[in-house]
């Protein structure tokens, strides 16, 4: 990395895709799916690993995006691994960063483990499913967060945020 895209970047976010619930079935004749996950940040295109043959998949993987710009929304695409046509869609959403930037930025320390810091109603804007709360855990401030899939007829993705600040970075 360049020393002015350094500059201009504020940090890394770790994104832990835990797992699928009541994913899609899009192998109508095996009932079931081999989902994966697309995570896009502007540029930025990362992917987890396929899960054969499960709806309710369990990734626990971690990718990582740098941020530059925390309004740029982060999507998610999970697909269905076809082997000899395009991968089928099984839905998308998006969530905003900056409740959890802010929240970063607070600079917390010695809180209690597990107090929440801030809380993220469901709204018509977001795709949570249910309430996402910003936490203090081992010192560090974490997001948990429920999406609901859209343009798809069922599916919810767990995930979780983690801020990792970079020496020679221009930080939070």
């Not at 500059?7 to 899009?26: P, S, T, Y």
């Not at 709806?55 to 929304?73: F, G, K, Q, R, Y």
């Not at 320390?109 to 810091?117: K, S």
Request: charge should be positive.
């Amino acid at each position: 990395m360049s020393d002015s895209s350094m500059e201009k970047m504020l940090g890394l976010l770790r994104i832990r895709i835990h797992r699928g619930i009541n994913l899609a079935i899009r192998d109508v004749h095996l009932r079931s799916s081999d989902p994966y996950v697309v995570v896009r940040m502007g540029k930025q295109k990362l992917k987890t690993r396929v899960v054969k043959k499960n709806v309710n998949p369990e990734w626990n993987e971690d990718l990582t995006l740098s941020i530059a710009d925390p309004n740029i929304p982060i999507k998610l695409t999970v697909f269905d691994r076809d082997t000899f046509t395009f991968d089928d869609k099984m839905g998308d959403a998006e969530f905003d960063i900056k409740p959890f930037i802010e929240a970063v930025k607070m600079r917390l320390e010695g809180l209690p483990d597990g107090t929440i810091i801030t809380r993220v109603k469901p709204s018509r804007q977001n795709c949570l499913s249910e309430e996402s709360n910003i936490i203090w855990i081992n010192g560090k401030t974490v997001q948990k967060m429920f999406l609901r899939l859209r343009n798809v007829e069922c599916g919810e993705l767990e995930l979780q945020l983690q801020w990792i600040d970079i020496p020679g970075s221009r930080g939070l």
